[in-house]
């Protein structure tokens, strides 16, 4: 028997994309995902949103004024960006590309306008889902129990979720949020396939040789 050290299976990552309307439970159901999957990371966007009291600044987002986000935008800083319930979003372009390159995967906690952005560039990296509420009950509830917006705020993403919800079908996969940990069972099953997809193994032909030179 040879003793020659068997390869690792290369893998290039991919852009794993989670939208709903606000409310749904998405950012809870991403950050538990993060903290239970090696090899994920999370890209962290810039807003012109004021930071809640909970949030923290490059651990949420960067949170920057109009005029910054402007020239981020005529710099081409960023991979996408969009007006979303009255403030600037967008994903800056730094270490997106290394990562992947390098066999991570990474989570983007953005709206339908951002993934059709993403979409356009991705060629074959992007798998992106849908998350829906079980009920309109269920996400009124939810967007009032946080008690970090203000009434107005809640009212215009309830006015604005069933415009969001209508771009489901643009996703790979839909997911109904019965239960937190349902769902986060769910999303890591996605990833598991998405990892094992062949043309994500880009060290497989090499380790396909090894073993027939195992022979
Ligand atoms: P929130 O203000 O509740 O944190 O986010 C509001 C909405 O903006 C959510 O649907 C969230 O997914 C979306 N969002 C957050 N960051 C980005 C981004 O970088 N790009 C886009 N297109 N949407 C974003």
């Known amino acids: 028997m040879k003793n020659t050290p068997r390869p690792t299976i290369n893998r290039r990552g991919f852009m794993l994309v989670l939208s709903s309307p606000s409310g749904t439970g998405k950012t809870t159901i991403a950050r538990k995902v993060l903290e239970l999957e090696c090899e994920l990371e999370l890209s962290i966007s810039v807003t012109t949103r004021p930071m809640r009291e909970s949030e923290k600044e490059g651990k949420d987002y960067y949170f920057v004024n109009n005029e910054i986000f402007s020239q981020m935008i005529a710099k081409g800083e960023f991979l996408e960006h969009a007006h979303v319930y009255g403030y600037s979003y967008g994903t800056p372009k730094a270490c997106i590309e ?50 970090e917006d203000s009434l107005e705020t809640v009212q215009l993403r309830m006015s604005k979720a069933a415009d969001e919800m209508s771009h489901w079908a643009e996703y790979d996969y839909v997911i109904v949020n019965h239960t937190l940990s349902e769902s986060i069972q769910i999303v890591r099953s996605i990833i598991q396939a998405e990892r094992l997809k062949r043309r994500r193994q880009i060290g497989l032909a090499r380790f396909v040789n090894f073993l027939r030179g195992e022979e």
């Open 98 to 147: 290394k990562l992947l390159a390098s066999g991570k995967d990474v989570l983007f906690d953005i709206d339908w306008q951002g993934t059709q952005q993403l979409k356009q560039i991705s060629t074959g990296d992007l798998v992106s889902v849908f998350l829906l509420p079980p009920t309109i009950q269920a996400l009124e509830e939810r967007l009032h129990s946080r008690a």
